[in-house]
């Protein structure tokens, strides 16, 4: 039986298991990887664009009266209020349409333009754009704001001061406080995350999790060569020089796989087990715990907002600004020196992060994620659903991953229309009468499909749907039982095969004189 299984999972695996390996060697590599692109016309249909979805639009920002840029993961483009018309304006991007993937475009007081992308921080010079650097090794930028005359940048981890001159741009770090009531803990979720990425141990572990990879794809090429072995060789009886090539590769295949898949079984099965409930439903069994930060690993970070950063405002109303983070809202004085305070009564927003942080008007903000759109006041702790005006379903965790409208953008111009992007559907107004114009052919063949993402795509499961349809969720569950499986029964096997080997070496041993 444990012969079987090893033997037929592993048949019916191993395209899986390469793309599993290939994928995952790829999404540990972000910025290595982000100048290559994927024609989308190559890919199913979900991937490609059909009226302005797949958060092709983030957000817009005005630069004059009549002119605006739209901004997301079709890079930066300009148009007037009218929507007449679109013209790239990414010159001075980073290679890849990846690194033109941009978090905010941030017009100051001051007339000077900046955007934030994923290959970093940008200022606006003669409809070009220029790097800036930053004090921080990360890269990506999520959003711009202003303290005074001084420019604030936010990356994922850490919030930079600079003043709002490119003439000068000299940006210092500021390292925010402790959240108030801080217990060093993290969620079981990132726990799981940075250990099957190997980023727990920083590049180094990294590295070792790549190593992992090429031990898969290498166990599973070994594999089946020795499982096509019988065949090759009588197809090759009277080809007695190839045929004793292939039972040299066949006598290889079969010494490594056994050694170093016995040597590393350990390690990738638990790389598999963390896997597999990173996804639902098996995510659902961890989505609310959490344990201490383990000491000596990357979860206990000196910063405690590393990697934790997603959004920044400053709310007028009550001269404070507004942190969007992995672990919710909180609050800090514009001296931004004081204990970061958690928001009471927060918007719902999804784990995916939130997509839209826009002001409307005194301390009035429209918050939007994968968990709907809403419009919050957070001085009055007032929540209502932007759809339907309702507050939150009661009941209903603020936490929930998912609502029914995906919101990945939206937009408002100076004469009152507001468009909302649903990450599936695309573009809807919710007044009657307003439409935006059908995605121009220019804005698709401009925009194809970063590696990094179809890696994702493919690691997740979801690249998979056009073939199990709604039941592609029980891929990852199903793939990490099959392949824990297989690591099981491939050692086992090996383990009663070293022992029966151990006996007929004893007994085939001339007895003492």
């Not at 290498?218 to 089946?224: A, M, N, S, Y």
């Not at 709310?315 to 204990?339: E, K, M, Q, T």
């Not at 603020?398 to 100076?414: E, M, Q, W």
Request: net charge positive; glycine share 8%.
């Amino acid at each position: 039986m444990l012969k079987f299984i090893h033997r037929w999972f592993s048949v019916v695996a191993a395209f899986f298991i390469l793309m599993f390996a290939i994928s995952g060697i790829v999404l540990n590599h972000r910025h290595f990887f982000s100048p290559v692109s994927v024609d989308r016309n190559r890919l199913p249909g979900d991937y490609r664009f059909n009226n302005w979805n797949l958060a092709a639009i983030k957000g817009s920002t005005p630069l004059s009266t009549d002119s605006m840029l739209v901004y997301g993961n079709i890079g930066v483009w300009l148009t007037d209020s009218a929507f007449s018309g679109f013209e790239p304006f990414n010159d001075g991007f980073s290679k890849g349409i990846d690194n033109r993937k941009t978090f905010h475009v941030f017009h100051s007081p001051a007339g000077n333009t900046y955007a934030g992308t994923l290959s970093g921080l940008y200022y606006l010079e003669e409809q070009q754009w220029i790097p800036l650097a930053l004090p921080v090794k990360e890269k990506q930028v999520r959003a711009i704001e202003m303290r005074g005359d001084s420019l604030l940048v936010l990356t994922r981890s850490s919030l930079i001061l600079g003043a709002d001159n490119p003439a000068l741009p000299a940006f210092t770090e500021h390292r925010l406080p402790h959240p108030k009531g801080y217990a060093g803990r993290t969620s079981v979720f990132r726990a799981l995350w940075v250990l099957h990425s190997g980023e727990i141990f920083g590049f180094a572990g990294k590295i070792i999790v790549d190593f992992m990879g090429l031990v898969m794809i290498f166990l599973t090429l070994t594999g089946i060569i020795w499982f096509i072995a019988p065949d090759v060789m009588k197809s090759l009886k009277t080809r007695l020089k190839a045929r004793k090539n292939f039972g040299r590769l066949n006598r290889f295949s079969r010494k490594w796989h056994n050694l170093i898949g016995i040597t590393m079984v350990f390690f990738l099965a638990i790389n598999t087990i963390a896997g597999s409930f990173l996804r639902p439903p098996l995510l659902i069994a961890i989505a609310k715990n959490d344990i201490a930060n383990i000491k000596g690993t990357i979860l206990d970070h000196v910063n405690p907002w590393y990697d934790k950063l997603r959004d920044i405002r400053y709310d007028g109303a009550s001269d404070r600004f507004l942190l969007s983070s992995s672990d919710g809202f909180f609050a800090v004085s514009p001296a931004l020196a004081d204990s970061l305070e958690p928001i009471g009564n927060q918007p719902p927003v999804s784990v995916m992060g939130i997509n839209v942080f826009e002001p409307q008007g005194e301390g009035q903000f429209i918050i939007g994620s994968f968990s709907g759109i809403f419009n919050w006041d957070p001085s009055h702790e007032i929540i209502t659903d932007m759809i339907t005006g309702l507050p939150p379903e009661a009941g209903k965790p603020l936490s929930s991953p998912f609502g029914s409208l995906p919101v990945a953008g939206y937009i408002s111009t100076p004469n009152g229309k507001e468009f909302i992007f649903d990450y599936d559907a695309g573009v809807f107004s919710k007044s009657q009468g307003m439409q935006f114009p059908e995605m121009p052919e220019s804005v698709k063949r401009e925009t194809p499909f970063p590696l990094w993402n179809l890696a994702l795509e493919v690691h997740t499961g979801r690249i998979y749907s056009t073939i199990f349809g709604k039941f592609y969720i029980l891929f990852i569950p199903l793939a990490g039982i099959m392949v824990l499986s297989i690591l099981l029964s491939g050692m086992v096997l090996w383990i009663r095969d070293y022992r029966r080997k151990k006996r007929i070496r004893k007994h085939c041993q001339p007895p003492s004189v």
